[in-house]
T-cell receptor, first 114, second 110 residues
């Protein structure tokens, strides 16, 4: 199984909603990532978990809250998003941080914020 | 900080070769990668090269690395319409996260 599964594929949020994005992998990878990708731009790193501990937080606003319940699961909790948060949210995993950091990406959650 | 630059667009005819170029600034880069992103999808790792190599071939894909000039290229032989996508160059060194280029949109004309 070389897949990273993200749900939901699409999510429409109002500015007062609370929702969560979910990501799952069963490759035994110990690093998991959240990226944000705006149209026609490269992915921007948001968070990295390594061995289920938050390793990198790229100064992301507190309305985004990551959670890593176990080594296979990664969640991103969303609250009171702004229209500029509209993007494709991508989850990825790799065996570990650094070295030959081959990332496996999910297909993303398309998230317009109205 | 580290920077990775790519040209934004490339258009080729079906059956021709495509060459996508990338330059990077971090001289301590250890691995360099090519990712492909089709519309509405995540990124797919196509290939990678370790910095002590200068060439790697994998079926229709050839990666060339000029470490002195910090230049990486991806050649796709016999380009097909299914190769139309955005191609991202990326690099990392040590324990730093991947740095992505802005992506090159490849259009294949039938």
């Amino acid at each position: 199984d070389t897949e990273v599964t993200q749900t939901p594929k699409h999510l429409v949020m109002g500015m007062t909603n609370k929702k969560s994005l979910k990501c799952e992998q069963h490759m035994g990878h110990r690093a998991m990532y959240w990226y944000k990708q705006k149209a026609k731009k490269p992915p921007e790193l948001m968070f990295v978990y390594s061995y289920e501990k938050l390793s990198i937080n790229e100064s992301v606003p507190s309305r985004f809250s990551p959670e890593c319940p176990n080594s296979s699961l990664l969640n991103l909790h969303l609250h009171a998003l702004q229209p500029e948060d509209s993007a494709l949210y991508l989850c990825a995993s790799s065996q570990r941080i650094g070295g030959n950091e081959k990332l496996f990406f999910g297909s993303g959650t398309q998230l317009p914020v109205l | 900080g580290e920077d990775v630059e790519q040209s934004l667009f490339l258009s080729v005819r079906e059956g021709d070769s495509s060459v996508i170029n990338c330059t990077y600034t971090d001289s301590s880069s250890t691995y360099l990668y090519w990712y492909k992103q089709e519309p509405g999808a995540g990124l797919q790792l196509l290939t990678y090269i370790f910095s002590n190599m200068d060439m790697k071939q994998d079926q229709r894909l050839t990666v060339l690395l000029n470490k002195k000039d910090k230049h990486l290229s991806l050649r796709i032989a016999d380009t097909q319409t299914g190769d139309s996508a955005i191609y991202f160059c990326a690099e990392n060194s040590g324990n730093t996260p991947l740095v992505f280029g802005k992506g090159t949109r490849l259009s294949v004309i039938a």
